[in-house]
C-alpha cells in the first residue's frame, strides 16, 4: 500500500511539503536523512524502483537508510518520486487504483509502465503529464 501521507506524517518533515513549492524546495536544499528512503520504501513497496533512483545497489540500499542527510539529487528524486505517488493517488482517488494504474503499460508513455519511468526527472515529467491528461478528461 502507497501510504505516502503516512511516510510524511511519521517523519519531521512538514507534512504539506508536497504542497508548499517553498517548503519542498527548502527541504531539497537541506537534504532528508535515510529514514525519509526507508519509509518510502516500506510505505509503497517499491524497493526496486529506490534501488534505480538512487542509483545503488540492493545491499546499499539499506546503507543509505542509515544516512544523516542524503544529497540534493537524492533528495530531490525521492521527494519528486513521492509527488507523482500522491498525484496519481489525488486523480485516481484510490491508492490501490493508482498502484495498478502506476504498473500498468500505458501506450501514451511507449508502452512502459508509470512505474518503470520514476527513476528520472524527464520520466516522472512524462508520467505527471499522462496524469494531467487523465485528470481533465483525455485518457492515456
Request: aromatic share 6%; proline share 2%; hydrophobic share 40%.
Amino acid at each position: 500500500m502507497m501510504n505516502i501521507a503516512s511516510v510524511l506524517k511519521n517523519s519531521d518533515l512538514n507534512p504539506d511539503i508536497l504542497q508548499d513549492r517553498g517548503a519542498y524546495i527548502q527541504t531539497i536544499r537541506q537534504g532528508v536523512s535515510g529514514k525519509i528512503v526507508e519509509q518510502a520504501v516500506r510505505a509503497s513497496g517499491e524497493r526496486e524502483l529506490f534501488v534505480r533512483l538512487l542509483s545503488t545497489s540492493s545491499g546499499n540500499l539499506h546503507r543509505l537508510y542509515h544516512s544523516q542527510l542524503l544529497t540534493r539529487v537524492q533528495t530531490e528524486g525521492i521527494l519528486d518520486t513521492l509527488k507523482v505517488f500522491a498525484d496519481a493517488i489525488d486523480v485516481f482517488g484510490d491508492e490501490n487504483i493508482a498502484k495498478e494504474w502506476l504498473h500498468t503499460s500505458i501506450p501514451a508513455l511507449n508502452g512502459e509502465s508509470p512505474i518503470d519511468l520514476c527513476d528520472t526527472f524527464e520520466g516522472r515529467k512524462l508520467v505527471r503529464e499522462a496524469l494531467s491528461a487523465i485528470e481533465y478528461g483525455e485518457f492515456a
